[in-house]
């Protein structure tokens, strides 16, 4: 029997005669084989974890350094795609000396198509510069976090059958801000720290709100680099990103947004946009994650009420 299951038969429990006599039952009735079989091996933590001991007795891959496809992080088997390009020499970026007008006229993004470009049309500020960034270390060491984030949560889950969801969260809430703290703590060292407001726009609109995004981009009235979506059957909503330098400089992140406002991108009253770092979209947290984390960081809405 596991130390886990002996420390339950011998804990002395509370509550009523019933729940005692329910506990105990459990705990003499438990059986952990389904669990390892049907469930230990599906999960995240698992995988990852397999994951790992492949690669490291695989070669590493070479990756080329002139191209901006998908790289792989060699301890985690991982892929991951620069979030902008580190070059302007990509045909689908808009070159050093091209103008504005020749970029939007060479790539409008209601007709260019991923299968001819890739999934992304790029423009950078060019007076931003370019940081150092350890993509590669944030991706492998993040990996590492939320694999021991899911073991633990597990763990918790498993000691917690049958306890309220209160009980739950007390045990939870904390193991989840903590993290929060790690990425965030690893994002700053890496230098992974920017971040970008999205909106989500339809085929009819893209190409005048890109067009807009691009000048101010171009002029330094933005931020340091805005991406938009190339097109793709089925006439999906576009995202627009439009990056910041720094998710923790608000003031900048508020900056940017209220130019979004002045220039009729985002309105007060409408809908909210959100921003979102770039640690959580390298390490593939979306709403709905198994870690219980939130997605964005701000929503439009409370950065002009100034709550954050």
């Not at 021991?148 to 809430?173: N, Y």
């Not at 929060?180 to 190409?207: H, P, Q, Y």
Request: net charge negative.
């Amino acid at each position: 029997m596991s130390t886990f299951l002996t420390s339950r038969v011998f804990m002395k429990p509370k509550g009523s005669e019933d729940e005692k006599s329910r506990l105990e039952y459990l705990s003499q009735t438990y059986d952990p084989e389904p669990y390892w079989e049907n469930i230990h091996p599906k999960l995240y933590s698992t995988i990852q974890h397999d994951s790992l001991a492949a690669s490291k007795q695989q070669p590493i891959p070479e990756t080329n350094p002139t191209t901006n496809k998908p790289k792989t992080h060699p301890n985690t088997n991982i892929q991951f795609e620069p979030e902008t390009p580190t070059s302007t020499t990509f045909h689908n970026a808009r070159k050093p000396n091209e103008t504005v007008q020749d970029f939007l006229t060479r790539l409008p993004p209601s007709v260019t198509a991923s299968a001819d470009v890739g999934p992304w049309i790029y423009v950078d500020n060019p007076g931003a510069g370019q940081e150092e960034k350890d993509i590669a270390g944030l991706v492998g060491r993040g990996t590492e976090m939320l694999r021991a984030f899911e073991a633990k949560k597990v763990t918790i889950e498993v000691e917690m059958e049958g306890a309220s969801a209160l009980a739950r969260g007390r045990k939870l809430v904390p193991l989840r801000r903590g993290l929060e703290g790690e990425i965030f703590a690893l994002a700053r060292e890496t230098g992974v720290v920017s971040g970008k407001w999205m909106l989500f726009l339809g085929e009819e609109v893209v190409d005048r709100v890109w067009g807009i995004v691009v000048e101010e981009t171009v002029e330094g009235r933005l931020g340091v680099a805005a991406k938009v979506a190339t097109r793709e059957e089925g006439g999906k909503a576009r995202l627009l990103a439009i990056y910041t330098k720094d998710f923790g400089d608000v003031e900048d992140v508020r900056r940017i947004l209220e130019r979004l406002v002045e220039v009729g991108l985002v309105k007060r009253e409408e809908r909210p946009i959100y921003y979102k770092c770039d640690a959580y979209t390298y390490l593939e947290i979306t709403s709905g994650n198994s870690y219980g984390l939130k997605a964005s960081l701000f929503s439009s809405r409370e950065v002009l009420e100034r709550k954050v």
